[in-house]
C-alpha cells in the first residue's frame, strides 16, 4: 500500500504524543486519517479537538472505544448506556463517523448471558445512533479477553448480533489482532459483506510478552496483515480507511518521531 490515501493511526499508537502534536506530526508526514481515542479528548472543548483536526486537514475516521454493556445491577446497565450515549455525542462533535465498540465481559456472568446483555444495549442505542449519524462498529476481540474485556470473539458472532438486531446503524470493526486465527475467517467475513465498516492492522508477536501491551507494527510478526485485506476487500468491497492499531510499550519507549516512519514504511511493505 504505497498510496497513503487510506492510512489513519490511532493515537494510541502513539501514546506519547498529545492530540496536538500527533495531528502536527501525522499531517506533516502525510498522514491523513486519525483514529481518535476518547482520552484524547480530555481537557478541552469538543469544538476545539474538532478544530485542532481540522487545522491540520485530518479526518477522525473513528472514535474508540465505548461498549462495555454486561452488568451486574441496574447502576451498571445504565451508567453504560450513558456513557455509550455520550460517544456517539463525541463522535458526532468531532466528525467521526462511527464509535468502536469493546463490548465488555463479566466473569461473574456466562457467556450466553454476556452476550444477551451486549444484545440488547447495542440495540438500545441504534435510535441515538441514527440521530446523531454515527454508527456503531462492533469490534470482536480475541478470546483471550473472553472473560473480561470482550464476549464477542468472532466475526461470526458478530454476523449473529447483527442478524438480530439489523444493521442499517451497525456495523463491524476487523482488527486483524483478534480475527487472524480464525478458522471460519473466510467464510464469516463473506456473510458480513457491507457490515464490515472498519479495518485495523498490526502484528501478532511470537512469543507475546504481554497480552495487551506487546502488538507488532505489521511485519514484525505472524499475522497476513496484505492478505487479510485482500480477502476483506474481495468479499466485502470495502475501500475504506485503514487503521493502524499498535499498544506496544516497546515502542512507546521509542523516539516517536523515527517510529511514525517505521509504521509508514511498515504500511507501505506489510499492508
Not at 444484545?119 to 462492533?138: C, F, R, W
Not at 476481540?141 to 473472553?146: S, T, V
Not at 485485506?229 to 523515527?258: C, M, N
Request: charged share 25%; net charge negative.
Amino acid at each position: 500500500m504505497n498510496d497513503l490515501s487510506r492510512l489513519a493511526i490511532h493515537t494510541m499508537t502513539t501514546k506519547p504524543w498529545d492530540l496536538p502534536t500527533a495531528c502536527a506530526k501525522y499531517a506533516a508526514a502525510g498522514v491523513p486519517g486519525l483514529g481518535l481515542w476518547r482520552q484524547w479528548l480530555e481537557g478541552r472543548p469538543l469544538t476545539e479537538s474538532k478544530k485542532i483536526l481540522d487545522d491540520h486537514g485530518l479526518k477522525a475516521v473513528s472514535l474508540v472505544r465505548s461498549g462495555f454493556y454486561p452488568y451486574i445491577n441496574t447502576a451498571e446497565k445504565q451508567a453504560a448506556f450513558d456513557d455509550n450515549i455520550k460517544a456517539l455525542d463525541e463522535a458526532a462533535a468531532v466528525g467521526a463517523p462511527q464509535v468502536v465498540l469493546v463490548c465488555g465481559a463479566k466473569p461473574e456472568l456466562s457467556l450466553s448471558e454476556n452476550r444477551r446483555h451486549i444484545t440488547e444495549g447495542i440495540a438500545s442505542l441504534t435510535e441515538h445512533a441514527s440521530q446523531v449519524g454515527v454508527k456503531l462498529s462492533i469490534e470482536p476481540l480475541h478470546p483471550m479477553y473472553a472473560d473480561c474485556r470482550s464476549a464477542v470473539n468472532t466475526i461470526g458472532q458478530c454476523n449473529d448480533i447483527l442478524d438480530q438486531i439489523g444493521d442499517e446503524w451497525v456495523g463491524i470493526a476487523a482488527d486483524v489482532y483478534h480475527i487472524w486465527w480464525d478458522p471460519t475467517l473466510e467464510q464469516e467475513v463473506k456473510r458480513a459483506g457491507k457490515r464490515i465498516i472498519g479495518f485495523h492492522v498490526c502484528d501478532w508477536m511470537t512469543p507475546t510478552a504481554d497480552m495487551l501491551n506487546d502488538r507488532g507494527l505489521m511485519g514484525e510478526g505472524c499475522i497476513d496483515n496484505r492478505g487479510i485485506r485482500q480477502l476483506v476487500e474481495s468479499a466485502t468491497g470495502f475501500a475504506d480507511w485503514i487503521e493502524v492499531e499498535v499498544f506496544s510499550t516497546r515502542h512507546w519507549a521509542t523516539d516517536q518521531d523515527a517510529y511514525l516512519q517505521k509504521i509508514i514504511q511498515a504500511y507501505q511493505q506489510h499492508v
